[in-house]
């Protein structure tokens, strides 16, 4: 039942001679007031495949995608459309609790029993155990019984005259859910379906699409290229002016943060927010992360995470298990990992920025 346990580490500066930022999908707003992030690189970048910019996009995952690449010469836009849609393909077989008959939609809604799991599907529960153990379980695969039942899953929104589960129904979640709770038969590569127990892979699947889509880029010669799924991003190279590609930070509305660009440049970005996915109820807001220490969506004042990481999985993890963590704990284990991670809490003055030294040292001694 071993499980690895890895840590990242980020440290930076910036130069305040950046050139206008390019924003993926949509205008860049050209405000005085900006804010740049230049992310660290662990190497000098490389000529890109051609003088070419192409732009993709499509909807996956029940949400968009939007792709730029730098292609390498004799190749069509046909092919790689066609490589992407197959790689997000395979990750909603896989992944995707909406598609009945997915890997993850079998296991839960199998028996008690233990089920052998594909490669790729041993390859990202490990991954995503070993980061619950980092966590103690503050991003947790196994939460798939209480997203149900907070209406966030595939069963859809709860009845609205009673949209708030019983206390009787978060216990009886909370029995099948936990990542502690999760048996392995490593020689089998198999896990044990105790029986209820609902895998969720949500903190982390688009995170870990990207990645993938990235990857599969790569192996085709577009070595330049900006992958974006959901609002999660991530870049490789640069492009053909030998200028990184460039991004704008998503903000929570009525944040005190200016408007935020970034430098991917083998790097991505996530951002957890409390306003994607939520839903009100006597004036509270209910965000559809769910803390699985009390099996509540969380209420801890934070509305925003953003984390910079080299892997997007590991960037959309981090911002989850960070708003899971929040406004005290979530910063100190930031520091302690340095992650390089910028919070947002909500307090009776107002929104209130706060950041890691790993963050603030990608901006001009100035602004840190």
Wanted: net charge negative; charged share 20%.
């Amino acid at each position: 039942m071993e499980r690895r346990a890895g840590s990242p580490a980020l440290t930076s500066k910036r130069s305040s001679s950046a050139p206008p930022p390019l924003q993926i999908g949509a205008a860049v707003d050209s405000r005085q007031d900006s804010r740049v992030l230049i992310p660290p690189s662990a190497r000098a970048p490389e000529r890109p495949p051609s003088d070419l910019i192409w732009s993709l996009a499509g909807e996956s995952m029940g949400t968009s995608w939007s792709v730029r690449l730098v292609p390498p010469l004799g190749t069509t836009q046909d092919a790689f459309q066609a490589a992407i849609e197959e790689e997000l393909a395979r990750i909603v077989v896989l992944f995707s609790p909406w598609t009945p008959d997915s890997e993850i939609s079998r296991f839960n809604n199998a028996p008690a029993g233990t089920w052998k799991l594909s490669d790729d599907f041993w390859s990202l529960l490990n991954a995503a155990l070993d980061l619950a153990d980092d966590v103690n379980g503050a991003v947790d695969p196994t939460l798939g019984a209480l997203v149900d039942l907070w209406g966030f899953g595939p069963p859809g929104p709860r009845d609205p005259l009673h949209p708030l589960p019983s206390v009787e129904e978060v216990e009886a979640a909370l029995a099948v859910s936990g990542w502690q709770k999760l048996r392995l038969n490593r020689d089998a590569r198999a896990a044990v379906q105790a029986g209820g127990m609902k895998l969720d892979f949500s903190g982390i699947a688009k995170g870990h699409a990207v990645d993938r889509v990235s990857a599969r880029l790569t192996g085709m010669g577009a070595t330049s290229h900006l992958v974006e799924i959901g609002g999660e991003l991530k870049g490789r190279g640069v492009k053909p002016d030998a200028q990184p590609w460039w991004v704008e930070i998503e903000t929570v509305p009525g944040s005190p943060a200016p408007h935020t660009v970034a430098a991917l440049f083998d790097m991505a970005v996530a951002t957890s927010g409390d306003w994607r996915r939520a839903f009100v109820h006597e004036e509270r807001l209910y965000p559809h992360t769910i803390d699985g220490s009390t099996g509540r969506p969380v209420d801890n004042g934070l509305a925003q995470v953003t984390v910079f990481h080299a892997s997007a999985m590991r960037a959309d993890a981090w911002a989850t298990a960070l708003t899971v963590l929040g406004p005290y704990e979530g910063p100190e284990f930031a520091e302690a990992m340095q992650i390089a991670a910028c919070f947002v809490e909500r307090t009776p003055r107002g929104l209130v920025e706060r950041m890691t030294p790993a963050f603030a040292a990608m901006m001009d001694e100035e602004e840190a």
